[in-house]
């Protein structure tokens, strides 16, 4: 799985996250599935308090060109984001 993490000029202190899939499934419960699996990667609390839009899209075929990263790095994503916060910017 891949996302692109999201930011807001206008919204600092709030994240936004594109969860790339190979096949997307029009449910709420695929959705669910997929916000829960982000929660568990991140934490309960940095994706109630830090997620302000979740979107799920069918990845591109060429996944190089595009502006997804691998999941995995999604924590150190919000890790890095918490610290801005912290230190105001």
């Known amino acids: 799985m ?3 993490p999201l930011e807001s000029e206008e919204i600092k202190d709030k ?3 594109i969860l790339g ?3 997307k499934i029009e449910d709420d419960d695929f959705t669910a599935a997929c ?8 934490g309960e609390y940095y994706a109630a ?5 979740f979107e799920i ?3 591109p075929k ?3 060109d595009s502006d997804f990263i691998p999941l995995d790095n999604l924590p150190d994503f ?3 984001k918490v610290e801005m916060l912290k230190n105001g910017k």
């Open 49 to 53: 308090e830090l997620i302000d839009y």
């Open 35 to 42: 916000y829960l699996l982000v929660e568990k990667m991140i």
């Open 2 to 4: 891949y996302c692109i």
């Open 15 to 17: 994240i936004g996250i």
């Open 62 to 64: 060429n996944i190089e």
């Open 21 to 23: 899939v190979r096949e």
């Open 57 to 59: 899209q069918t990845l």
């Open 78 to 80: 919000v890790s890095w």
